[in-house]
């Protein structure tokens, strides 16, 4: 959706998809509009109950199903296992996505990782394509008058254009841009300190794989310190996204930086903060 100052004041129920890496205030900005009247649908949490629900499960009572006192009570149907994911904490989902690399320092065999990062691209575009539905929930059922979507910071990899033809016409984009070297490298500090569930293009992980491999001497994937590689991955994962960012929000959407999004302390600081980027945009 586009819009002039004007028409964005005058726009009763307000829908808004936050776009950018994870780390630069999407969930933080959505966690304070919902305490104004503002539905919080959350990607990560859509797909960590809904999407993948069963697959986490299938993977947690295999590891339990090892135990032999598990096992037993599992076949006797004398417990059970739930997932407990919430916004703020996405392990769940985490433990399932997994890092590629030797298994015996807690790596996923790259076969299985490859596979489950096909599962949870296919998790992400339905939980974007429930969007439309869940505005209508958000103010038929639950009566919020507006609505933000706060997106995983995969979206722009998922090279489905539908999904972004569905998000632009029901929802104002909002891309939340890292313009300078301190904010990236704490970006890039926070996401290795705090991880989030990753997902790689096929081809960028086969390139990154070959050159990580190359660098560090090795031969296979399942030799690799899964922890190293993953730090050593993320800020050219960051990087390479940045262009997909900008090809949604240039054509589609409206541009703030994450340090004006540290700013704002209230839906007020918010709705002007969106009226700036209408009118840089204008």
């Known amino acids: 959706m586009k819009f002039s100052v004007e028409s964005f004041r005058a726009w009763e129920n307000r829908r808004v998809t936050l776009l950018g890496m994870s780390g630069v205030g999407k969930t933080y900005l959505s966690a304070l509009l919902r305490d104004h009247d503002w539905f919080h649908y959350s990607g ?53 996505v997994g890092k590629p690399g030797d298994p015996e320092r807690g790596g996923v065999p790259l076969a299985d990782f490859e596979r489950r990062q096909a599962q949870y691209r296919e998790a992400e575009i339905a939980a974007m394509r429930d969007v439309p539905e869940f505005i209508r929930k958000a103010q038929d059922i639950y009566g919020y008058r507006h609505f933000v979507n706060d997106v995983g910071g995969s979206l722009c990899e998922l090279d489905e254009p539908s999904v972004i033809d569905l998000l632009v016409e029901h929802t104002l984009i909002l891309y939340i841009q890292v313009t300078d070297q301190e904010e990236e490298d704490k970006l890039i500090a926070r996401a290795q300190s705090d991880p989030k569930p990753l997902y790689y293009r096929p081809a960028f992980l086969r390139e990154q794989l070959e050159t990580y491999l190359r660098e560090q001497g090795l031969e296979y994937a399942a030799e690799m310190d899964p922890d190293d590689f993953t730090r050593w991955v993320f800020p050219r994962l960051f990087r390479s996204r940045i262009p997909r960012y900008e090809a949604i929000a240039r054509p589609h959407g409206y541009t703030v930086t994450s340090r004006e999004v540290a700013g704002v302390r209230d839906e007020a600081d918010f709705l002007d903060l969106l009226e700036t980027a209408i009118a840089r945009a204008g």
């Open 44 to 96: 990560d949490y859509r797909i960590g109950t809904r999407y993948l629900d069963e697959p986490i499960l299938d993977l947690i009572k295999q590891q339990a199903m090892q135990v032999a006192f598990l096992r037993d009570l599992l076949r006797r149907d004398w417990i059970y296992i739930r997932n407990n994911i919430k916004v703020h904490d996405l392990g769940p989902v985490l433990s399932f």
